[in-house]
């Protein structure tokens, strides 16, 4: 059986390898889109580090740029910061795909072709990446800036600090140099070192700003579907997690197993309609939670007044998503990478 998966990212990948394992034949459509709106660099929690593992095997070699005991946390001028001990990886995103790719690529040889996105592909099976059209619901407008900084002291946990513009995250790199990523409503590049300068945690650690990256949109968002009925979704083809949550690499993980079932689903006689609901429920459930998660976060952030409309958003765009989403029991389930009822 052969499939084309729309992407080249962590979900499509874990797509890819759900079916090869269980001996379909991939193509793999990159996507000029994707790349263009594609992070530096993410981190990687333990949990998510575990799935790679279990996914594609413990011979898989991580690019880890560096890893990390843990993280400062301060929620706002008058909290005290405080140190929660969960270890995760530093990995530069564009090496992370290639090496999920060149490790499928080694392990299945033939059977996987990584093809550039034309007209002539036709659909894909499953799309990881921006594919057709769909009603978005948006959780606002922020933005995140990237930055690459030199480090003043040494450090061996990431920094989480928020100041009244937004919040920031500074991760270490090694040999003098971290990794910042700062959110704000709006603004220019002149943001970050405004809100370096009204840090107090980061402000400490910063010793100057090497460069700044273009902004990229922030907010999480949802696509409904509504053209390409044959397509399944995951990943960036159906969601946009918030960086703040840590965890947008597990959730598009995750959601590219849950495509891979489908499609095997379909493909051994099930209903297509019945299957595709099934996975935009269950991607709309997690996106729900996660809107869920960033509304009490915010709310507890000590912000100024441009995030009220911008909260107010995240509540909207949450209770949009739970009215929609029917209340009712679940058709199938997800056991060992197969959808079974």
């Not at 943001?191 to 910063?206: L, W």
């Not at 960086?243 to 197993?257: E, F, N, Q, T, V």
């Not at 489908?262 to 595709?276: C, T």
């Not at 509540?315 to 990478?337: G, M, S």
Request: proline content about 5%; glycine content about 8%; hydrophobic content about 45%.
């Amino acid at each position: 059986m052969n499939a084309a998966i729309k992407g080249t990212g962590a979900g499509a990948c874990a797509a890819a390898a759900v079916l090869l394992a269980s001996g379909w034949k991939i193509s793999l459509l990159r996507s000029c889109q994707q790349e263009l709106l594609m992070v530096p660099w993410v981190t990687v929690n333990g949990e998510t580090t575990a799935l790679l593992y279990a996914l594609f095997g413990t011979s898989l070699q991580l690019p880890v740029k560096r890893w990390i005991a843990g993280r400062a946390v301060r929620r706002g001028r008058t909290r005290p910061p405080t140190l929660v001990r969960s270890a995760s990886a530093l990995i530069p995103l564009s090496e992370f795909n290639i090496a999920l790719l060149t490790f499928l690529k080694q392990l299945y040889g033939a059977r996987l072709e990584i093809l550039d996105e034309v007209e002539d592909n036709g659909p894909p099976h499953i799309a990881a990446a921006q594919h057709g059209s769909g009603y978005v619901l948006s959780t606002g407008t922020r933005l995140a800036w990237h930055s690459e900084v030199e480090l003043a002291v040494p450090l061996d946990h990431a920094v989480f600090e928020v100041v009244p513009q937004g919040w920031m995250y500074l991760a270490p790199g090694g040999a003098g140099i971290g990794h910042l990523i700062c959110v704000a409503i709006a603004g220019s590049d002149e943001q970050v070192h405004a809100m370096i300068e009204d840090s107090i945690e980061i402000a400490d650690c910063v010793a100057g700003v090497n460069c700044i990256l273009p902004p990229l949109p922030a907010a999480a968002e949802f696509c409904w579907p509504v053209d390409c009925a044959e397509v399944l979704r995951c990943g960036a083809g159906i969601f946009r997690w918030d960086p703040m949550c840590g965890d947008g690499m597990g959730a598009s993980l995750r959601s590219g197993i849950l495509a891979a079932a489908g499609l095997e689903s379909i493909s051994a006689g099930e209903s297509s309609l019945a299957v595709r609901a099934h996975l935009v429920r269950r991607c709309a459930v997690a996106f729900s939670a996660h809107a869920a998660a960033c509304e009490v976060f915010y709310r507890s952030f000590e912000l100024n007044s441009s995030w009220d409309a911008e909260i107010s958003t995240v509540e909207r765009a949450r209770v949009t998503i739970n009215q929609a989403v029917p209340d009712a029991k679940w058709e199938f389930r997800l056991q060992n990478c197969k959808l079974v009822r």
